[in-house]
């Protein structure tokens, strides 16, 4: 007789979250760079935090990075439920990028962004993870978190390249060329994914009202223009 095989009475959902705003946006931290939430940033947390209790998510999971873990845990705290720390999904390094100025336009990470749109996915900086790089370490994360989480509602919370990554390899098979029309990765963006024989999205890099309200009423001068 075969043993029966468990089938989760519904999909499993992932809502793919970036961190709240850093203590400083225009410099690139990478994961070299622990750096704390801003005062912005914690209040944004905690907005996201109430806004995620009526999306009955079932668990969190955080890469290890204190600006991903101070915002993963009030959500943790307002729905009742589990933190979990996957080092795995930490932000991408960036090697001799890290503490510069950001800089979207010109420079090494719009150098980066050019060849990776033009599908040169292997080009880095020195020392810097390339997108090929990422997807490597990235998937199989994502696979272990789905395969031992299957059926639950899952709060991801990671850093604004790596939720670019995972979209454009979970939703456009990997295709960078669509870097860009995928959309802005804001402070809170969240993305919902659902797992219906292939992952789907019902909503793509949305922020929630209430963080956006946040961020409307910042100085404009410590906005990060992101990945």
Known sequence: MNPRIHTPAEPTRVFLV???????????????????????????????????????????????????????RPIAEACGIRHFVDPRFHERIVGELCGVKFSA??????????AWTNRQTGYTTPGAESFDALRSRLRPAWDDMVRMHAGERIVLVSHGVVCKVLLLDLLEEGDASRWHALGRVANLAVSELVDEDGWRATRVLVVPNAVKALEENAAPSMRKSEA
């Open 105 to 114: 336009t010109d420079g090494p990470w719009a150098d980066t962004l050019r």
């Open 18 to 72: 970036r961190h709240a705003e850093s203590a400083d946006p225009t410099v690139f931290h990478g994961a070299e760079s622990d750096v704390a939430l801003s005062d912005l940033g914690h209040r944004q947390a905690h907005a996201a935090a109430e806004w995620f209790r009526d999306m009955r998510p079932t668990l969190v999971v955080s890469s290890a990075q204190r600006r991903a873990v101070d915002t993963a």
